[in-house]
């Protein structure tokens, strides 16, 4: 029997691969890391690699739809001229069902622009519609790249669930398609990787399959149905969480982090958010943590705790990069002291968030330094640094530039206290029930020290936004970034323009692209705003640059215009400035090629989107925006209409700093705070500056006997970038053996033995709430 022959065979009757093999012909291999679904006790109902029709129209029993389908040099070709006039091919399945495995690979070969797509449909009715389809964008890396979609009985689109993909699709380039329907419940992969898992494949159970193209020209081949016995997990199983947290009245508290010690303690733990897991591999390839099993830790954790993966040894990548693939994780960490581990990690899994331990003994400025740059350039997002080696300092510096910090300590509750007070993001706890009864300690709506804050164009409340003079009134005012936008005029040179015309800011008209840089500099961008700044020019990038050079504050890029990234990324490694500067953009191709060109320069991704109504959704929502975030190694700095409190908790308990556009009500901006919510980028920088940095008392410990007072006081910090404190009104609180002490303003009495925390408070009223910030406690023994 001939190729061809045996190839028109395989549809009339489904084939069962125990008599296929039997015959010698095999299956076509599956994916690197995928699940091989195709048992003994599954069918084979299509398989169709188009190497023997070239030239003829489509195979025996293929209905071509609508529009244009061939097959050219041994692959099924669609094209469409617009998403108005698509192409489809219908491919009968003989065996009632709609549970089955449907893969193929697709190349994309032109497209009429980035938005346009193919797609595999499935479970098609009535030879047409309606149907589900999995539908891929050219441009896979926007934010619904990719779809689960219906066409519907009014032949209509209805968009169910998208999502993106980490790399853009390139043309000429061929990846790997499955679908695994089984139910409602349906998965879809690309190149084995998991990116939409639903179970609202309600409607239809049964039908064909195909393919479609929209303003594409496509290729598809190695086509393969195969029947599919197997449930799939159940959606719980793989539903975004917040994990347990302990009781507290501090704002934005940190996650605590246990180290692992057995499975048991998973089990029982109650408010930790995330375990440190260091995994290896013993001689028999087996990946365990400590002597557990991993695939037994894991299963433990499922919707509980995040993994938090540390590797030491580059032969542990390979092996659970793998484990990753196959059990479909997503929600995961990999931490490690050798950056480089981490950044070959997040390059085979691209959906990992990233961690670097630090383990030298001193972590002086240059140290620092050196690490920021390191986090950025290894694709993490989160410093793990001993307790001993934080400051006040270290903390300010490395979340000015979006970088979190995990603090390793807390073996007891004074420490857990200390710890707190600098401002971590999470406490990887040596004793995490130590921290748990510190959390439990202080007043209602606690903040420690306040949120970084971002001048918004300089300081627009105050002075003409995006002028010198706005720039410098914003860094006098104690901002810690300074934001801007970047554009490229006519003749090619960097200034600093937010809108793409010059009539709003300034005394001229035109568009920024028409005009040259002359024509530019002579316009006055100060006397719209007020006489004051008659003769404010527009700054050049590199005027911006060279102003800020040196000085302990972050510059935060917003690459305006398209194709000006390399650009951008040039003067600023001219200038000397690659540890000073943040860049972000819409255009996620400008982020893209700025971190291509120096990924030690952070970056971050502008986007706005409507809030989802349910909980559900919002941590679905939150799940696949980290996902996205962690894929192109980006913060993602939202509007603040974007985010809810259920996607602010997401993030800080994954490691993931934020900033967030633009505060100009103050309300809001409590509202926000009170949330968790740091790094508020805004017009009025002194709304967040004209309070207090943090309190510090100068003892921790105070001995009194019965009958003895004491005042007890503390200092406030008035600026991240000055060593100065000064005397505020303050208030005692007392937390645990109260009846053993009396308080009076900031003094307090002994009156009977026992022990007391004290916090000396400052209570002030910000943005719309009363607040209380809280110095780090005194203990006092009382005897």
């Known amino acids: 029997m001939s190729k061809k022959l045996k190839k028109q065979q395989r549809k009339v009757t489904p084939i069962v691969l125990t008599s296929l093999m039997a015959l010698g012909i095999s299956s076509f291999p599956a994916m690197a890391g995928t699940t091989v679904h ?44 617009a998403t108005s006039k698509p192409s489809r091919v219908l491919i009968p399945v003989e065996e009632e069902t709609g549970d089955y495995v449907f893969e193929a690979d697709m190349t994309f070969i032109s497209a009429v622009e980035d ?33 689960f979609a219906i066409r519907n009985e009014k032949n209509q689109w209805d968009v169910q669930d998208k999502t993106f993909y980490p790399e853009a699709f390139q043309f000429n380039k061929s990846y790997h398609l499955k679908i695994v329907a089984k139910g409602n419940r349906v998965q879809q992969f690309v190149n084995g990787q998991l ?35 197997e449930e799939l997990p159940p959606i719980e199983n793989t539903k975004a969480f917040l994990a347990k947290e302990p009781e507290t009245n501090i704002v934005n508290a940190p996650t605590v982090i246990s180290q692992f010690e057995n499975v048991e303690e998973i089990l029982t733990n109650q408010a930790v958010s995330s375990m440190v897991l260091p995994v290896h591999v013993n001689e028999q390839g087996e990946l365990l943590v400590k002597e557990s099993q991993f695939t037994d830790v894991i299963e433990a ?161 105050l002075a003409p936004e995006n002028t010198m003079a706005g720039y410098q009134l914003a860094y006098e005012q104690g901002a810690d970034l300074i934001e801007t936008d970047v554009q490229r005029t006519k003749d090619g040179h960097l200034i600093i323009m937010h809108d793409y015309t010059v009539d709003r800011t300034t005394n001229g008209t035109g568009a ?24 404010e020019k527009v700054p050049t990038f590199k005027e911006y640059l060279q102003a800020f050079k040196g000085k302990d504050v972050v510059l935060l890029v917003e690459i305006k215009g398209t194709g000006i990234a390399e650009q951008v990324m040039k003067e600023i490694e001219e200038e000397g400035m690659t540890d000073q500067v943040l860049t972000q ?85 409590g509202d926000h705070l009170q949330k968790g919510m740091i790094g508020p980028i805004t017009d009025y920088t002194q709304w967040l500056t004209d309070v207090p940095i943090r309190l510090e008392t100068p003892i921790k410990k105070r001995n009194l006997k019965v009958g003895d007072s004491a005042d007890i006081q503390a200092q406030a910090f008035m600026h991240y970038r000055e060593d100065k404190k000064e005397n505020i009104e303050t208030k005692l609180f007392v937390s645990g053996d109260q009846d053993s002490v009396a308080v009076e303003g900031n003094t307090i009495k002994a009156l009977k033995p026992g022990k007391v925390n004290v916090f000396v408070t400052h209570t002030f009223t910000q943005h719309g709430k009363q607040w209380n910030l809280v110095a780090e406690p005194i203990e006092v023994n009382i005897r």
Do not use: C
């Open 38 to 81: 195709a048992s003994g006790q599954e069918s084979l109902l299509v398989t169709e690699n188009f190497d023997q029709l070239t030239g003829q129209a489509l195979p025996n029993g293929w209905k071509l739809l609508e529009g244009q389908a061939s097959i050219v040099g041994g692959k099924l070709q669609l094209t469409s001229p």
């Open 115 to 147: 938005t346009r797509w193919a797609s595999m449909m499935y479970r098609v009715q009535s030879d047409n519609y309606p149907y589900y389809q999995f539908a891929v964008r050219r441009g896979t890396t926007a934010l619904n790249g990719l779809e």
């Open 195 to 229: 990116v939409i898992d639903t179970d609202l494949a309600t409607k239809w159970s049964k039908g064909d399959v195909g393919f479609q193209a929209a303003g594409t020209t496509v290729q598809f081949d190695n086509v393969k149905v195969t029947t599919n016995s």
């Open 301 to 461: 954790m499922k919707g509980k705790m995040i993994p938090i993966l540390q590797i030491q040894d580059k032969n542990t990548i390979a092996p659970l990069q793998d484990f990753i693939k196959n059990q479909q994780l997503q929600d995961i960490q990999v931490l490690s002291s050798d950056a480089e581990l981490v950044k070959q990690f997040k390059e085979g899994t691209p959906y990992a968030r990233g961690a670097v331990f630090y383990t030298k003994n001193a972590l002086n400025k240059h140290d620092l330094k050196e690490l920021a740059l390191q986090i950025h350039e290894s694709n993490a997002k989160v410093a793990a640094i001993p307790q001993k080696l934080i400051t006040p300092e270290v903390m300010h510096y490395l979340h000015s530039r979006t970088i979190s910090v995990w603090g390793i300590g807390g073996e007891t509750e004074s420490d857990a206290h200390s710890l707190i007070h600098l401002g971590v993001d999470g406490i990887i706890a040596e004793n995490e029930q130590a921290a748990v009864s510190a959390y439990s300690q202080y007043p209602e709506n606690t903040i420690v020290q306040r949120p970084i804050v971002a001048a918004h164009r300089g300081i627009p409340s």
């Open 512 to 535: 920024v692209s028409d005009l040259t840089l002359e024509q530019i500099r002579a316009l006055d961008a100060g006397i719209k705003f007020s006489p004051e700044f008659t003769g």
């Open 585 to 669: 953009s819409f255009h996620l191709g400008e982020i893209i090629k700025s971190d291509e060109v120096n990924p030690q320069v952070g970056i971050g991704y502008l986007f706005s989107a409507g809030v989802p109504a349910t909980t559900d959704a919002k941590l679905k929502n939150a799940q696949q925006m980290l996902n996205y975030a962690a894929g192109m190694n980006a913060t993602l700095n939202a509007s603040y209409g974007s985010i809810s409190e259920e996607f602010i908790t997401y993030m800080r308990q994954r490691g993931m700093m934020n900033m967030h556009w633009t505060f100009r009500d103050e309300a809001q901006l």
